[in-house]
């Protein structure tokens, strides 16, 4: 496997968080085990990454009941059609990815808008599955424009996905840093002592701590100079991994295309 597995047991829930290989920049899609089904969150940015996770899906011998796709950042839905099950999402998350239109991924693979496409439309509520109770809700501003967030309050477990990275560079690509301060604050509660990323492994409550740290310094340094802004940020952050995170972000903010 390329990828990499953590495996937390919340009782009758098990959550096996994948994390893609540096290549795939490190982006986890969360395979949430019930009792009788998996839920799986975020599809991956490259087709081969998502086949790793169907794979290690089948292998756990429960069907998969849906794909719930958090954002429409391309790198958390690419791999959508190879999960062969029920694709989930907030309505404002399914029109932007539909604007995107057809795609392709890191491997030159073709995305097409048509396979990758919500089907069925998430409402901020509580919705049980498999007797768990799924708290959604729809978040507004920060990494992207709208994101969901997820918390299984029985169970301690918050899926912040890229609300949070952890040991990668962060993605500031809208320039939203304020308001994602603040959502830092109101996801804070020791109440979810298992906080799922988008990128990077599973984290305690202190990973919103060094993600407002980060945020901070992003604020500080952000300039005009996309270059610039990345070898301060990697001198301020030298053990994050991913710089092409920042390169990403640097497109949306200046134009400057990764190489």
Avoid: C
């Amino acid at each position: 496997m390329k990828g990499a597995i953590t495996v937390i047991d919340k009782g009758n829930v098990r959550v096996h968080s994948y994390m893609a290989p540096d290549a795939s920049i490190n982006v986890t899609t969360q395979l949430i085990e019930t009792p009788s089904r998996i839920v799986a969150v975020d599809g991956q940015i490259n087709v081969a990454d998502a086949d790793e996770v169907v794979e290690y899906a089948h292998g756990l011998g429960k069907p998969l009941d849906r794909l719930i796709i958090t954002h429409e950042h391309p790198d958390h839905f690419q791999g959508a059609a190879r999960f062969n099950a029920p694709i989930h999402a907030l309505p404002v998350v399914r029109d932007q990815m539909a604007a995107r239109g057809d795609l392709q991924d890191l491997n030159g693979i073709p995305i097409l808008a048509a396979e990758v496409a919500p089907t069925v439309p998430i409402a901020p509520a509580v919705e049980v599955i498999d007797g768990v109770p799924f708290v959604f809700e729809a978040v507004s501003g920060g990494e992207t424009a709208d994101q969901l967030v997820i918390r299984l309050p029985e169970h301690g477990l918050l899926v912040a996905q890229d609300l949070v990275y952890n040991g990668t560079h962060v993605f500031v690509g809208h320039n939203d840093i304020d308001r994602w301060q603040d959502i830092l604050q109101d996801l804070a509660d020791p109440a979810y002592d298992t906080v799922l990323p988008g990128h990077g492994l599973p984290a305690g409550q202190a990973v919103l701590v060094e993600m407002a740290e980060y945020l901070k310094a992003a604020r500080e340094l952000l300039g005009d100079d996309g270059e610039a802004y990345k070898q301060a940020i990697m001198e301020r952050f030298p053990t994050r991994r991913i710089p092409f995170i920042i390169d990403i972000g640097n497109y949306y903010l200046f134009g400057t295309r990764p190489t």
